[in-house]
């Protein structure tokens, strides 16, 4: 049997239920076999009963629900989840960190000010409170003299797993190294539909791209770049605008995107917060090197490195 | 099925007036929760590797599900594929808001710290489950959302075709990629 035959009656087998019949009724070939077995132990996982009762009262305490039922009003908004971007205590690779806004308070104990801009709110927090530190993170972090890491109590710099790699970020329980990392960013990045030119930022995004007018010396636009589905379809709500430096130590990266209820994001840091001015609308410059507005329906942000506060508002000043 | 049939019923008798009674509603949503919360949950915690992740996106979409229903029409897409639509566009959601901030995701360590599940229990779910959730980490994205689809939210092929926009033949061709993926990274199905 041709190989695509044997795919395809393997996908129908599997489709009419066949490997949740009994192994004795399947007469496949012994790699089918083995799929098929594969797919009654996928079939047969559930993970979904431990945490029944607690969806159900998520979804029932949500501030919509009891609205939604009692009038049926269907049209209101959800309150999706805003995130919210936080400098915790910890430097380096983990400074900037995005939790729920009541998570927020619970693991920082004390918003010291808040500011509201409308779909971004903003939070500094007092960073006297330390946040917990997690009892399955214990024993598995380590900082560059391999001293193991027990709390968020003082700056800590990088950190590294027991083997040394370099630790930059979390997946769920799994702590993520450097290169695994850069792997995934690998596979966003082939998912990205990136475009050079105005006319083409203007044929996907769904609002009028503008582009900064200045940029400090050494810095060009390279490209913009589009978040594609699975299907490739271009999601023209966020966009991601990226420079290229000859100066060393300094990155600019200005992400846009529509302001809604959806793209609604909360940021929050235990360092400098301050509020600016941009163009006369209100803006959040948060630790001196990344800036937050929202203007003609767009919500800008301004991650940079390495640049002068004033240049990071001049940069956004000069988006007209 | 039986709830199945009733849920159709109710399109006709609920969604359709403008503002049905609210008994009715609350039951049309428990029989919804009720019919398609495991279906809906496994699909989320195939495509996450954190329980905790799955259980908040879950819950999330009902809430969407609950707030778009009125726009439902059972013309245009059976009520199964609308809905796992909703699940698939929530998680698509989630890794792109992670992805616009490619740092520390502080959530996860609620989801660490949240006791909401004694020690003891997190480490049986997790001996039981870390050995899928690695192998899972080597699919692709969409790989990953079509093992999601078939074993998670146990849908056909047709009907996975039809969410995702491929083929039917595609859908089986990537199912069986996919499966030979997780089979020689998972080894004997008895470590699952």
Redesign the interface.
């Given at each position: 049997m041709k190989t695509k035959d044997k795919i395809q009656e393997f996908a129908r087998d599997l489709d009419e239920g066949l490997h949740l019949e009994h192994p004795s009724c399947w007469n496949e070939s012994a790699e089918s076999l083995e799929l098929l077995e594969l797919g009654k132990a996928l079939a047969g996982q559930d993970f979904s009963n431990s945490h029944r009762a607690a969806v159900l009262s998520k979804v029932q305490s949500s501030a919509n629900f009891k609205q939604e039922v009692t009038n049926m009003k269907m049209k209101s908004s959800l309150r999706r989840p805003a995130m919210i971007l936080a400098s915790i205590l910890i430097a380096g690779g983990l400074s900037i960190s995005f939790v729920k806004p009541s998570f927020a308070e619970e693991l920082f104990g004390r918003v010291l000010q808040k500011i509201n801009l409308g779909n971004i709110i903003a939070s500094e927090m007092d960073p006297n409170v330390a946040p917990p530190f997690p009892e399955e993170w214990k024993g598995k972090l380590f900082d560059k003299e391999g001293n193991v890491i027990t709390s968020f109590t003082k700056k800590l710099g990088e950190v590294y797993n027991a083997d040394g790699e370099q630790i930059v970020n979390f997946d769920g329980d799994k702590l993520i190294t450097k290169s695994e990392q850069e792997q995934r960013d690998k596979e966003t990045a082939e998912r990205m539909l990136a475009v050079k030119g105005q006319a083409e930022l203007d044929k996907y995004a769904l609002f009028k791209v503008k582009l900064p007018e200045y940029l400090p010396e050494g810095f060009v636009f390279d490209h913009g770049g589009f978040y594609t589905s699975e299907e490739g379809v271009v999601n023209g709500k966020y966009l991601t605008l990226f420079f290229t430096s000859k100066n060393e130590g300094q990155d600019i990266t200005i992400y846009l995107c529509i302001s809604d209820k959806e793209t609604a994001y909360e940021i929050s840091t235990s360092g400098k917060m301050e509020k600016v001015k941009v163009n006369g609308f209100d803006a959040v410059m948060m630790n001196n090197r990344s800036l937050d507005w929202e203007a003609d329906g767009v919500l800008y942000n301004i991650a940079t490195h390495g640049l002068e506060p004033s240049e990071v508002l001049k940069i956004a000043e000069s988006i007209r | 099925m039986q709830e199945r049939a009733l849920l159709q019923s109710f399109w006709h008798k609920s969604i359709k007036e403008?503002?049905?009674a609210?008994a009715n509603?609350?039951r049309l949503?428990t029989t919804i929760?009720e019919t398609y919360?495991?279906r809906i949950?496994?699909y989320t915690?195939y495509r996450?590797?954190?329980?905790y992740?799955?259980?908040?996106l879950?819950?999330?979409v009902?809430?969407?599900m609950?707030?778009?229903?009125?726009?439902y029409s059972p013309e245009k897409a059976p009520f199964e594929v609308w809905l796992f639509a909703i699940a698939r566009n929530v998680v698509?959601?989630y890794y792109?808001?992670?992805?616009?901030?490619?740092?520390?995701?502080?959530?996860?360590?609620?989801?660490?710290?949240s006791g909401?599940?004694a020690?003891e229990?997190h480490l049986l779910?997790?001996e039981r489950?870390g050995r899928?959730?690695l192998a899972l980490d080597i699919l692709?994205?969409?790989e990953r959302?079509i093992?999601a689809l078939?074993?998670?939210a146990?849908l056909?092929?047709?009907e996975i075709a039809r969410l995702?926009?491929?083929s039917e033949?595609n859908?089986?061709?990537i199912?069986?990629r996919s499966?030979?993926k997780?089979?020689s990274e998972?080894g004997s199905?008895d470590q699952?």
């Open positions: - | 403008e503002r049905p609210e509603t609350d949503f929760f919360y495991s949950f496994n915690a996450v590797s954190c329980r992740t799955a259980e908040d879950t819950s999330q009902f809430e969407k609950l707030s778009k229903l009125h726009s698509n959601d792109r808001s992670r992805r616009r901030y490619l740092f520390f995701p502080l959530e996860a360590v609620r989801e660490l710290v909401r599940q020690p229990e779910e997790g489950s899928l959730n692709t994205a969409k959302n093992v078939k074993f998670g146990d056909k092929n047709k995702t926009g491929m033949s859908v089986g061709v199912l069986y499966m030979k997780l089979k998972i199905v699952l």
